[in-house]
C-alpha cells in the first residue's frame, strides 16, 4: 500500500488532493480497501454511483455488449444507440426528441455552448456565480468560482455571470446578445444549494419571452439523485438543454446533452466526438435507465434524503449552521473547516466529500440499504459532536 501511493504520487499529474486509502472493490453502497477494510461510500464517485458499484444489471450489460461490439462511432447506426436515443427522448422533462452523446460532464456542456450559438446565432451566455460547470476551458468560463477560472485566463469571451437566485441580476443580464442562460437546479459543488423555485420560473419565463435557450445541468442532480429523475421536475421546468453525465453510464464515461425543440441549425459537421455513442457506454447507460425506472430508485433517494436530513437536523449539534439539499444530494454546512470531519469520518468507516471549505456533503449510493442509512447518520452525529468537543 505505501508502495501504490509512492508509485502513484511520483507518477500522476499531480493535479488531486489525494486521501490515503487504496480502494479495490465495491458492492451497492460499499467499498473496500487493499486490507480488507469495509466503508460506506457517500463519495459514489462524485455522484456517479446512484446505482451503487457492480450494479449487476450494469455488469452485465457491459459484460454481454463488450463481447458484441465496443466501439463504432456514429457516422454507423447501432442498435444499442438508437434503443438508448429513444429512451432518453421518452425522459427528458418536456418535450427532447434529440440527444447529443459524449463521455462526461464538462462535454454535455461544451455542445450545450456551441448549440446555443449556433442556434440563436448569437454570442453570450449567462451563467451563475457559485456555479460547476467543468474543466474545460467553455465549460471552465462558466464555472463561477474563480478558484477554478482565474488561473488559466484568458477564458471564452461573451460570457455574463449573476448571482445564483437573483432575479433582477438576470433581468438585467439578459439582452438582444444572449444565445443563452445555464443553471444548476441545486448547485452542487458550489455547497448544496437549491434554487429558489420563483428563480427558476422567472429564468424560463425571461428566456422564453426573449428566444433565449434555457440550458440546465443536471450532471450531478439528474437521474434520481434528488429523489426525482430530473431534479427539474420538481420544478414544472423545461429547459432547451439538459446536459447529463456522471451517474448515467453506471460508472462507465458517459454524458449527454439532450435537445429541445427551440435548438436548431444542427447540421452535420458541426459537432462531434469520436467515443461518443459508443456501443458499450451506450449498453451500460441502458441498464441504469431501466434499473431506475422499474426499481423506484428516485423514490428510495427521496425517502432516505428526509431520514438522514431529519435526524441529523433534530440531533440540534453546535457546530452545525444549516442543512440543505434534495433527496441524497445534502450538504451539511458548519461552522468550521470540513476538512477534519472528512479525515475523522473516514477513520471511523465512512466516505464523504466536501463541498467548498465549510460543507460537509454526502452523495451515497442511492440503492443505499436501511441499516447503511442509519450507519451513516449515527457516525455523522457522532464525529460532528465529537469534533465540537474538541475545538
Ligand atoms: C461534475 C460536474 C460537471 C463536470 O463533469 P465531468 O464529468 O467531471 O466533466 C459539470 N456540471 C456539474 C453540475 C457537475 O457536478
Known amino acids: 500500500m505505501a508502495d501504490l501511493y509512492s508509485i502513484e504520487d511520483r507518477h500522476t499529474s ?22 480488507g ?37 456514429e457516422i454507423f447506426y447501432n442498435d444499442q444507440r438508437a434503443t438508448l436515443l429513444e429512451r432518453l427522448s421518452k425522459l427528458g422533462p418536456g418535450d427532447m426528441q434529440r440527444s447529443f452523446l459524449c463521455n462526461s460532464g464538462t462535454e454535455a456542456i461544451e455542445a450545450a455552448i456551441k448549440f446555443a450559438r449556433i442556434s440563436t446565432k448569437r454570442p453570450e451566455i449567462i451563467s451563475a456565480l457559485r ?36 432575479i433582477e441580476a438576470l433581468r438585467n443580464a439578459v439582452n438582444q446578445d444572449t444565445a443563452a442562460v445555464i443553471l444548476e437546479i441545486i448547485q452542487g459543488e458550489g455547497g448544496v444549494r437549491p434554487a429558489n423555485p420563483e428563480f ?36 414544472n421546468i423545461e429547459p432547451d438543454m439538459l446536459c447529463l453525465a456522471k451517474s ?19 447540421e452535420p459537421g458541426t459537432h462531434g466526438s469520436t467515443f461518443g455513442g459508443n456501443p458499450l457506454a451506450c449498453a451500460a447507460s441502458l441498464a441504469v435507465l431501466e434499473v431506475l425506472e422499474h426499481e423506484n430508485i428516485p423514490e428510495r433517494a427521496a425517502r432516505h434524503g428526509k431520514q438522514i436530513m431529519k435526524s441529523v437536523g433534530e440531533s440540534s449539534l453546535p457546530n452545525v449552521r444549516e442543512i440543505r439539499g434534495l ?65
Open 131 to 166: 456555479s460547476f460547470h467543468g474543466r474545460t476551458m467553455g465549460a471552465l468560463t462558466l464555472t463561477g468560482q474563480k478558484k477554478y477560472s482565474a488561473p488559466f485566463a484568458p477564458l471564452l469571451p461573451g460570457v455574463i455571470q449573476i448571482p445564483y437566485n437573483n
Open 248 to 266: 448515467l453510464g453506471g460508472g462507465i464515461p458517459m454524458g449527454a446533452t439532450l435537445i429541445g425543440s427551440r435548438v436548431k441549425n444542427l
Open 200 to 235: 427558476l420560473q422567472a429564468a424560463q419565463g425571461l428566456c422564453n419571452e426573449k428566444g433565449v435557450l434555457f440550458i440546465i445541468d443536471e450532471v450531478q442532480t439528474g437521474l434520481g439523485r434528488t429523489g426525482k429523475m430530473f431534479a427539474c421536475d420538481h420544478y
Open 14 to 35: 499531480g493535479v488531486y488532493y489525494k486521501r490515503d486509502i487504496t480502494i479495490v472493490r465495491g458492492k451497492g453502497a460499499l467499498v473496500w480497501d487493499q486490507n
Open 327 to 391: 433527496g441524497l444530494m445534502i450538504g451539511i454546512e458548519l461552522k468550521h473547516k470540513v476538512t477534519p470531519v472528512l479525515k475523522e469520518l473516514q477513520q471511523s468507516g465512512i466516505l464523504a466529500l466536501p463541498a467548498g471549505n465549510t460543507v460537509l456533503r454526502l452523495l451515497p449510493p442511492l440503492v443505499i440499504e436501511q441499516d447503511h442509512v442509519e450507519r451513516v447518520i449515527d457516525t455523522v452525529i457522532k464525529v460532528l459532536s465529537s469534533i465540537t468537543k474538541s475545538s
Open 37 to 73: 477494510r469495509e466503508y460506506i461510500d457517500c463519495v459514489a464517485g462524485h455522484g456517479v454511483a446512484n446505482l451503487g458499484h457492480c450494479h449487476p444489471a450494469v455488469v452485465d450489460a457491459i459484460r454481454k455488449q463488450a463481447t458484441n461490439l465496443i466501439t463504432c462511432p
